[in-house]
């Protein structure tokens, strides 16, 4: 028996007695409500202030900042989608009252009007969260990850390059001083010698000046003649080259040519998964209960050195400094446990090793021969070898990393090594045996290692796995942000925050 087919009534024509409100459409609780009222609570008005009187009229800051994290709330991040976006979607046309701004205006008011004011405005949203008792300042969790740049993978200018390629100008130079003796060698007046020191674009071309005017009145050898013509003509070129290179690089080793502010970084998601460097920066993030509470750029490699940078941000944005720190190995320096002793700050932060400590001690496995190992006597201020022999205190030295921190290290040597049946197993050296020691770090990582494997510790770095790395998981899977959209270390410094802030209000909005 077949049954008539009843469909529902479609009628494009339909006309409504009354218009259609945008507000009825948008679902009491939508993600877009609470980024609405969210930006209607914070304070915007150092942002309006920068706004100058006069003109046109302009487009309102607080919808446009409305727009742009729900954009990035919704993994739109070109300002050309988001002005699509902006006469299609229903979400979008009722947080922006129905403005359409062009993707210039979007993307003129991320670069530049959000370059400066930004950051405090995710720090009150933070603010209104701890408020709610949905985080707490108090209990940090510290990692790192490194984002491409919209940079060239391509162009690219490297410290080492450059320092070579001044090392062989001043090689140059003084094959061609040596040339300039090899012909004054019977005579009595040889013009003074040049300092090679000084290697820089007015220095070398004085240099090569005085080596023309030296061998003006001489028959010289061809070859000579035309490296003199190329040194005089490109040197000094190169050199004024490579001084505005070191300006940029500073104490980097690298940059983009597309990106100056960007470094070149080893990334874990190579796009032809052979370990590629790419222009990079890597964002130091703090969460809590998997919310981002601070974020900052660093422009190095690796994560050690941020950290100190890092919280004193933290403090300077919140006025309070938190109570624990968790983080992993990659900032468990003497420099990073001194800094967060100093302010009284509980590190629950693992050093190299300790994992490889753990298990070995599991194992029963243990390096007799290791200075760790040996024993130490404290009033005569020596150790003793695996066999008994004393090794005395022979000085002390002071060195400073590249961070400017001063390290003081205690040297002891052994008496006599000749001879011993365990010497190749114990050390490699022609010599006595030396053995170097930190006693301030060694002091650390004790104080380190007994936190770490408190009870408290042991929960700290459980959670650390799903807090901090989840939160970078969050953004590069779910949120499929791997690329910065704008370049300028000030501009991404926006873009990573209008993520963060994303992130914390898409992570709210599902928690209510």
Same mark, same amino acid.
């Given at each position: 028996m077949n049954r008539k087919v009843v469909f529902k009534t479609y009628s494009q024509d339909q006309l409504s007695l009354l218009p259609p409100s945008y507000d009825d459409l948008v679902p009491k609780n939508h993600p877009v409500r609470i980024v609405n009222t969210i930006i209607d609570n914070v304070d915007i008005s150092k942002l309006e202030e920068s706004y100058k009187g006069g003109g046109t009229s302009s487009y309102h800051p607080r919808m446009l900042l409305k727009v742009l994290i729900y954009a990035y709330l919704r993994n739109l991040y070109s300002s050309r989608k988001i002005e699509q976006a902006l006469s299609e979607n229903i979400h979008f046309l009722w947080l922006s009252g129905q403005n359409k701004p062009d993707h210039n205006t979007i993307n003129d008011f991320r670069g530049k009007r959000l370059e400066k004011h930004f950051k405090p405005i995710f720090h009150q949203v933070v603010l209104l969260l701890v408020e709610q008792g949905v985080i707490s300042l108090k209990d940090i969790f510290v990692d790192g990850t490194k984002i491409e740049a919209n940079a060239n993978r391509y162009t690219f200018v490297w410290g080492k390059s450059i320092k070579t390629s001044k090392e062989r100008i001043k090689k140059q130079l003084e094959q061609l001083w040596s040339y300039v003796e090899k012909v004054y060698e019977d005579e009595q007046h040889i013009p003074n010698t040049p300092n090679f020191e000084a290697i820089d674009a007015k220095q070398v071309e004085a240099t090569i000046d005085k080596i023309n005017k030296a061998l003006q009145d001489k028959v010289i050898d061809k070859k000579v003649k035309q490296k003199l013509n190329?040194?005089?003509?490109?040197?000094? &070129?190169?050199?004024?080259?490579?001084?505005?290179?070191?300006?940029?690089?500073?104490?980097?080793?690298?940059?983009s040519k597309t990106d100056n502010d960007a470094t070149f970084m080893r990334m874990k998601d190579d796009h032809m998964q052979n370990g590629q460097l790419k222009p990079a920066y890597n964002v130091q993030a703090s969460t809590n209960n998997q919310y981002l509470t601070n974020y900052t750029l660093a422009q190095t490699t690796a994560d050690t050195t941020t950290l100190k940078e890092h919280i004193n941000n933290h403090i300077e944005n919140y006025n309070e400094k938190p109570t624990t720190l968790t983080a992993d190995a990659g900032y468990g320096s003497e420099e990073n446990y001194t800094d967060l002793e100093a302010k009284d700050i509980t590190a629950f932060v693992?050093?190299?090793?300790?994992?490889?400590?753990?298990?070995?001690?599991?194992?029963?496995?243990?390096?007799?021969?290791?200075?760790?190992?040996?024993?130490?006597?404290?009033?005569?201020?020596?150790?003793?070898?695996?066999?008994?022999?004393?090794?005395?205190?022979?000085?002390?030295?002071?060195?400073?990393?590249?961070?400017?921190?001063?390290?003081?290290?205690?040297?002891?040597?052994?008496?006599?090594?000749?001879?011993?049946?365990?010497?190749?197993?114990?050390?490699?050296?022609?010599?006595?045996?030396?053995?170097?020691?930190?006693?301030?770090?060694?002091?650390?990582?004790?104080?380190?290692?007994?936190?770490?494997?408190?009870?408290?510790?042991?929960?700290?770095?459980?959670?650390?796995?799903?807090? &901090?790395?989840?939160?970078?998981?969050?953004?590069?899977?779910?949120?499929?942000?791997?690329?910065?959209?704008?370049?300028?270390?000030?501009? &991404?410094? &926006?873009?990573?925050?209008?993520?963060?802030?994303?992130?914390?209000?898409?992570?709210?909005?599902?928690?209510?």
């Open positions: 190329y040194a005089k003509k490109n040197w000094p &070129v190169n050199l004024a080259k490579y001084e505005k290179q070191e300006a940029i690089l500073k104490d980097r080793n690298s940059y693992k050093y190299n090793y300790f994992h490889k400590e753990q298990i070995d001690k599991k194992r029963g496995k243990t390096n007799p021969f290791h200075p760790n190992e040996l024993h130490y006597n404290k009033e005569k201020d020596c150790y003793y070898c695996p066999i008994g022999q004393q090794m005395n205190h022979i000085g002390a030295y002071k060195r400073t990393t590249k961070n400017g921190f001063t390290q003081e290290i205690h040297r002891y040597q052994a008496q006599n090594c000749k001879g011993c049946p365990h010497r190749s197993i114990c050390h490699k050296s022609k010599y006595n045996r030396i053995i170097e020691r930190n006693y301030n770090l060694i002091r650390l990582k004790s104080k380190a290692k007994q936190l770490l494997l408190s009870e408290q510790g042991i929960a700290k770095r459980k959670q650390r796995c799903w807090d &901090v790395e989840a939160v970078f998981g969050n953004i590069k899977q779910n949120m499929n942000f791997k690329r910065f959209m704008l370049r300028g270390i000030n501009k &991404v410094n &926006v873009e990573i925050g209008l993520i963060a802030m994303a992130h914390n209000l898409k992570k709210y909005s599902l928690a209510i």
